[in-house]
């Protein structure tokens, strides 16, 4: 592990891996695109504190798309992120939930999981293509709460 990245560090890397899947989506069908500002931390080991940053961001999508839709539009932008396996990272997909997943992780242990929601799933009932990610993990000094907004 890396003893000099810090969350400020860990949460940069991740929201340019963010921004660059949501790249993938054909701007055509890119009606905005929206990143949380600040994510969470989630555990990797309390007594070492060690943690991982995750976030999220949300390409909202122009047009219906059902499943089947989703799932052709997801296959076509993991088709597209194959480049990013020459910077470490490898790319796949998951069937794992009703909709198809692509998965990017890497020896570091950042993952990210991108997949296509329908038209009427979401509230707003927009169809969004979701990218969640997850930092490798860095120590937390001990001054700092890993309840605070990062």
Known sequence: MDES??????????????????????????????????????????????????????????????????????????????????DGYVVGTSAATEWLAIEILNQNGEFYSASTTPTGFEISGQANFLIASRSQCFRLPADVDPGMHF
């Open 5 to 86: 990245l810090t969350v400020e560090d860990v949460k940069a890397r991740a929201q340019a891996m963010e921004l660059r899947i949501a790249d993938g989506v054909p701007k055509e069908l890119v009606d905005r695109v929206e990143q949380n500002e600040f994510g969470v931390l989630a555990v990797c080991d309390t007594s070492e504190r060690l943690y991982a940053w995750t976030g999220v961001t949300r390409v909202h999508l122009v047009g219906e798309f059902d499943t089947a839709a989703g799932d052709a539009l997801t296959k076509r932008i993991v088709g597209d992120l194959g480049g990013i396996a020459e």
